[in-house]
C-alpha cells in the first residue's frame, strides 16, 4: 500500500471512544489545495495529542477499502 507523506491543516476534527475506552478521531484535512476526511486511529492519535494538538501537521496518508468504500487513514504524525 502507498502512502503520502504531506503537510496538512487540520480543519475539523470528531474525537470518538472505542470499545477498548482509548480515543481516536476523524479529521478533515487540507493541504491548500485539496480537502479530505481521514480517519486516526487510537496509537496516533494519542502521539498527536501528546504533541499538545497542533493544528498544522506533518502526516501519512494511506487509501484504504473499508466496506465497499474507499477511505483514508492518517499515520506517522508529526509537528512541523
Known sequence: KKKIDIKVLIKSSKVIETKQKRKMAFWIIDDGVTELEV?????????????????FIKVSIEKRDY??????????????
Do not use: M
Not at 466496506?67 to 512541523?80: E, L, M, S, W
Open 39 to 55: 480517519t486516526v486511529f487510537s496509537t496516533d492519535f494519542e502521539t498527536y495529542l501528546n504533541l499538545n494538538k497542533p493544528n
Open 67 to 80: 466496506n465497499d468504500r474507499v477511505t483514508y487513514i492518517a499515520t506517522n504524525i508529526q509537528k512541523i
